[in-house]
């Protein structure tokens, strides 16, 4: 019988299999970091237990960490004492802690990958939404509560119930200034953020094999944003290469037979999936959102939808491109939820946003915060100026993204620009911390998500890939990238150059 990637990795770490109801999942890898462990880590002391595998978790500071001055005692007491706590917590338990300061620290879905402790073939868990990232590596990586975040600890296992399989393929060449962000953007607004409910989804085509690893996390980061328990992408040379001499990946012997383990970890050629999608990559544009959800984004140069059309350009990608599948909607509900969402954004129907003048770039996160992103945002501000009247925060995923700006001149590019580089951390993607847009100003944000407040309350976020952030961030106001790539080509790169730098 035909099998899914999906199909073979979760029926290689069921454990038990409850008849007609959910399955006792393995667990291979467990992130966790400051926000979702302090509760999990009572409830075992409440219980009498210890952390049953210790060694298969791995411990990360990141959404409440400050991105100035980490040498400093952290003065904002919310975001102290969870972190105070986190270290007490994996101390006691004998949990891997990579603290503030700690050359391995960062946000917990790049250090992951980029230390290989993410590998192919992987069920990996952490209690937070976007653990979905790790899918790239051809993983089932989704996230996870706080009660379950105990479960792990404890037990090592998960309860959980298969969902259904969506193949999502893009195929051909990604037009210049497009990148894996774009895309993501690009298929959520065709979608709709409940076309996923229910399904994890495998990525595919020649659009998606010609992704750097970088790019790839960027597309299973954001698959949770249309409404989907997660995504993965199948392995091949390019993951391996990515994760050869990591300092978690085998090595010697052991690699090489990883390597042929991984290269098994794909779709069988004929199997089914519950929905497909398939898209054009020379459809895709410069994406940005208009609205308080991702699926609420357009073309940079387009014009903000009408309400009424939005919705019906949504039911009619669902009722055509997917075969068999129904996604019941509420055209009231949808127009409603657009109509406010213009309200806080201050936007109307029908006009565009090329030309709005921003108050805040923000490049960073889980979704735009690795080396390759701050390449490209270098090299589109290389021999420019920022924008006097923006206020730009650069923060580097982890303290190995911030030594490569340094170790490859992005950093000296970036501050003759006008720019500062900050210090790893979640900043302000969520606004758990001292980064926070203040109320009614306009962010560009490289991040996943722009509910009304996520960045503060108030906060107005328009998200956008690395190109339009900087080419806002230059110019001042909303700026399609192309006017600026097309004058420097081939200085601009979204290919990785040194994946496996240490």
Known sequence: MSKTLFDKIWESHIVKQIPEGPSILYIDRHFIHEVTSP??????RNRGRKVLRPLQTFATCDHNVPTRDQDLTIEEHSSR????????????????????????NGVVHIIGPELGITQPGMTIVCGDSHTSTHGAFGSIAFGIGTSEVEMVLATQTLLQTKPKQMLIKVDGELSKGVCA???ILHIISRLGTSAGTGHFIEFGGSTIKGLSMEGRMTICNMSIEMGARGGLIAP??????????RPYSPAGDEWNKAVSRWSQLKSDAVCNFDAVYQFDAADIEPMITWGTNPGMGMAVTGKVPHSEGHVAEIDTIETTVTQNVAVAKSDAVEISMAKKALDYMGFREGEPLLGLPVDYVFLGSCTNGRIEDFRAFAGLVKGRQKASGVTAWLVPGSKLVEREIEAEGLGKILREAGFEVR?????ACLGMNEDKIPEGKYCISTTNRNFEGRQGPGA???LAGPLVAAASAITGVITDPRELVNAIGSEITYKSKSANTK
């Open 39 to 44: 509760q999990a880590f009572t409830g075992l």
């Open 81 to 104: 004492i969870p972190i105070e706590q986190l270290a007490a917590n994996t101390k006691e338990h004998g949990i891997t802690y990579f603290p503030l300061g700690d050359p391995s």
């Open 181 to 183: 962000k774009d895309i």
């Open 236 to 245: 091949d040379e390019v993951c391996f290469e990515y994760l050869k001499g």
């Open 423 to 427: 210090q790893p951390g979640c900043s």
């Open 460 to 462: 107005r976020t328009i």
